[in-house]
Antibody, heavy 119, light 107 residues
């Protein structure tokens, strides 16, 4: 069965960077784009970025451009999302999610990783 | 970017009643690329509807989506206790993908 398993919660100081991982299994890793979506406490959903696992192509949310980098390791079927120059506004649960190739929608989600930015 | 506005912000209903949730876009969504997700507390979102009106795998037929252009609706024909959650619409017709702010469906 398809699974996306994310790394554990992180506590970071302002100005630091965080790298969250998302290990995919149960399907052909290179067949589906992986997106990242975040949710601040008590708030709605915000799209962050995506990566095409087969060629490593990426696209980022304009407001995060320059601070976010998404990468992948095809040998371990793992996708990474790194966010730098953290501020308290980056405190959120970060989800990885798989884009279904036919419907173009997010059909499977990771369990979420809480990133807390606090001094 | 396309801004999605959901209404109402909170909807208070009882099990067995019908729920109607609205999502309005700031500009027309190409190919009706509009989806609805359900999110329960502490859980990841779950895809309900894609392409404005297509139910995702395993979603009961009490959920239906309609609309086109800039106005879309999610209808739950008969509420079950498990349906009380937050619902988000999302457009994927243009980049960046954007979500509405959510409608909380409460008892």
């Amino acid at each position: 069965q398809v699974q996306l398993v994310q790394s554990g919660a992180e506590l970071k100081k302002p100005g630091a960077s965080v790298k969250v991982s998302c290990k995919a299994s149960g399907y052909t890793f290179t067949s589906n784009f992986i997106h990242w979506v975040r949710q601040a406490p008590g708030q709605g959903l915000e799209w962050v970025a995506f990566i095409g696992p087969s060629d490593g192509s990426t696209k980022y949310a304009p407001r995060l451009q320059g601070r976010v980098t998404v990468s992948r390791d095809t040998s371990t079927t793992t996708v990474y999302m790194e966010l730098s120059s953290l501020t308290s506004e980056d405190t959120a649960v970060y989800y990885c999610t798989r884009r279904n190739g036919q419907t173009q929608n997010f059909d499977y989600w990771g369990q979420g990783t809480l990133v807390t930015v606090s001094s | 970017e396309i801004v999605l506005t959901q209404s109402p912000g909170t909807l208070s209903l009882s099990p067995g009643e019908r729920a109607t949730l609205s999502c309005r876009a700031s500009q027309s969504i190409s190919s009706n690329y509009l989806a609805w997700y359900q999110q329960k507390h502490g859980q990841a979102p779950r895809l309900l509807i894609y392409g404005a009106s297509n139910r995702a795998t395993g979603i009961p037929d009490t959920f239906s989506g309609s609309g086109s252009g800039t106005d879309f609706t999610l209808t739950i024909s008969r509420l079950e206790p498990d349906d009380f959650a937050i619902y988000y619409c999302q457009q994927y017709g243009s980049s960046p993908r954007t979500f509405g702010q959510g409608t909380k469906l409460e008892i």
